[in-house]
């Protein structure tokens, strides 16, 4: 497992410097409006990403948040075993970061359903048919317009912040105390992250409006920095993942 070993520890390296957690913030930012300005010029061809049915989107985006929750709690579970009450204070996070997940994934509904008419092109009587939702409309063969905040850039951004956040204290872990499940774990959260990159650059290339992407990519930001960067450093909250006392110092 020489291998995996190496990829942990240059893993590790990367994600405990804390500018380069912060500045992914701004690289999903960036890639929002560059990606949006090229959506706009219609140069990229299209690919298996723009289809929406790709495995990648099917079987990863959209249960993301599942992803996130089953690899970042045995994860958490694992780097901090040794104090049950600091523990379950970190798990509290995922707590938080899944009432954030359903708040603004019910948020987004409405919105869209709230500024979105159902327009069938067949139906010659009236152009606009009173369909609630958008599955409605697409059961009855319409199309539905409106504005859509766009949750992949909302939990494709947000997810990849928090797992950077929380796979920080993987560079105290000295290989003794680590073992091959952790270091898995820690690889294949990795992976997820790269994986939630790939297909935000996707998103913004090939799906929804600039004003959409955008705003999905800054409710997406603000939830992160309220916690990791405010509240968790509050004695009355689940906490910031583990690093040593010098460290606390200079963050």
């Known amino acids: 497992m020489a291998a995996v070993d190496v990829i942990v520890e240059k893993f590790a390296a990367l994600w405990s410097i804390r500018f380069i957690r912060v500045i992914l913030a701004g690289i999903f930012f960036a890639i929002s409006i560059v990606g949006s ?44 075993y040794k104090n049950l009450a600091f523990a379950l204070r970190r798990l509290s996070s995922l707590v938080v ?52 905040i766009s949750g992949h ?14 796979m920080s204290p993987m560079v105290h872990m000295v290989k003794k105390n680590r073992n091959t499940v952790l270091d898995l774990l820690y690889v294949s959260l990795n992976w997820i992250v790269i994986i939630w990159i790939w297909m ?8 929804h409006s600039f004003p959409e992407k955008l705003l999905g990519t800054v409710l997406g930001i ?28 200079l963050a």
């Not at 327009?119 to 859509?148: K, L």
């Not at 850039?153 to 929380?166: C, D, P, R, T, V």
Request: glycine content about 4%; proline content about 6%; aromatic content about 20%.
């Open 200 to 207: 935000f650059v996707c998103t913004s290339v090939y799906f």
């Open 153 to 166: 850039s909302f939990i494709l951004s947000y997810s990849a912040l928090i797992i950077a956040e929380e």
């Open 97 to 148: 970061a899944t009432a954030v997940w359903y708040t603004f994934t019910k948020f987004f509904t409405h919105i869209n359903n709230a500024t979105s008419t159902c327009h069938v092109p067949e139906s010659e009587a009236m152009d606009q048919v009173p369909h609630d939702d958008i599955t409605s409309c697409r059961n009855a063969g319409g199309q539905w317009y409106g504005f859509a």
């Open 37 to 80: 300005f090229v959506n706009w010029t219609q140069l990229v061809p299209e690919t298996y990403f723009s289809n929406r049915r790709n495995v990648v989107n099917m079987y990863f985006v959209k249960v993301s948040w599942g992803w996130t929750l089953l690899l970042l709690t045995p994860f958490i579970l694992f780097t901090s």
């Open 222 to 249: 603000v939830p992160w920095f309220l916690t990791y960067r405010i509240w968790y450093s509050m004695p009355f909250s689940p906490g910031l993942p583990y690093q040593p006392k010098e460290q606390r110092q």
